[in-house]
């Protein structure tokens, strides 16, 4: 009778954890292969660039030297010139990104016009296409503006921004306009009874309402344009006008004289503004992705 009661209680046992595993079990390992396949490139990049030789091979055995001659070597270059020249590059792409896209949401939502409507199947088709298509005639229109606007033309930071804005416009617009959906408009006829213009009604009622989709906007809008490396390359010609992609590139570019210490340092230390300011954005993020799940 013992053993019937020990052996049921056993089957239950592993009927117990098989459903525990098949429910909920499972969810736990895929994180877990996840947090691995997404920590482990972090962590080695961290050890190259502690590395004494300075090369990937040697980076094999995680942390077995540790110097910090990489990081002292970085002052010898124009990192921190192209530390500079990302962050301004960027911040104003994404203060442009946010101010061009909300002022074009807005109008698309708001009002009614002729043209409308294809306006809005104009920007949904135009997020089918990336920037990177049009790499060619971007060359070519800055080029030949270097000849008319030398600011706007090749080797110019603000024409780079230019192109960025450009680019960055239509799928923004497209997102921001759903945002601006959700809100009443019972908010602007209230407004305008109480004889608040346009104007006031933008930057006084409705911009402070989508604060989360603008966060998540301008977060974008900084990435893209911190990891870009392909217009970067293409616009930018002098060393000291690079940003970090095209620069930190340079340095591996050569097969016989790649310095992957120094890349990996440099690599590091270019993943701090996007951290900070991810972690400063976070609680705009998440209230943008629950506001929005919800309409009305």
């Known amino acids: 009778m013992a053993e019937n009661t020990l052996s049921v209680h056993r089957r239950a046992g592993r009927g117990g954890v098989a459903r525990w595993f098949a429910e909920l079990g499972w969810r736990h390992l895929v994180a877990v292969i996840a947090s691995a396949v997404a920590v482990f490139p972090i962590i080695y990049i961290v050890s190259a660039s502690l590395a004494e030789r300075g090369t990937l091979t040697g980076s094999n055995e995680l942390f077995r030297t540790i110097t910090f001659s990489h990081y002292a070597g970085l002052g ?14 960027g911040l104003v792409t994404a203060v442009g990104t946010v101010l061009m896209g909300a002022a074009a949401a807005y109008a698309f939502s708001r009002f009614r016009f002729t043209g409308r409507r294809a306006g809005l199947a104009t920007l949904l088709v135009l997020q089918m296409f990336p920037q990177v298509l049009a790499f060619v005639a971007i060359f070519i229109l800055v080029l030949g503006l270097r000849e008319v606007v030398p600011v706007l033309g090749l ?43 346009h104007a006031q009604i933008y930057w ?70 996007v ?22």
């Open 76 to 89: 010898d270059t124009y990192f921190w010139t192209w530390v500079v020249n990302t962050l301004v590059i």
């Open 204 to 273: 006084t009622i409705i911009l402070p309402l989508v604060r989360p989709v603008l966060a998540v906007v301008g977060l974008l809008a900084f990435i893209a344009t911190f990891s870009d490396f392909v217009l970067a390359r293409l616009i930018l010609v002098s060393e000291e006008r690079w940003t970090l992609a095209v620069g930190l590139y340079s340095w591996v570019a050569g097969e016989l004289d790649a310095n992957w210490g120094l890349f990996a340092a440099g690599a590091v230390i270019s993943a701090a503004p």
């Open 155 to 197: 080797n110019s930071q603000l024409g780079l921004i230019f192109v960025y804005l450009g680019g960055a416009l239509g799928v923004n617009t497209f997102l921001i306009y759903g945002f601006f959906n959700t809100i009443p408009r019972d908010l602007d006829e209230a407004a305008r009874i109480d004889g608040a213009s």
């Open 275 to 296: 951290l900070i300011l991810f972690l400063a954005l976070q609680r705009y993020i998440v209230g943008g992705l629950t506001a929005g799940a919800v309409k009305g």
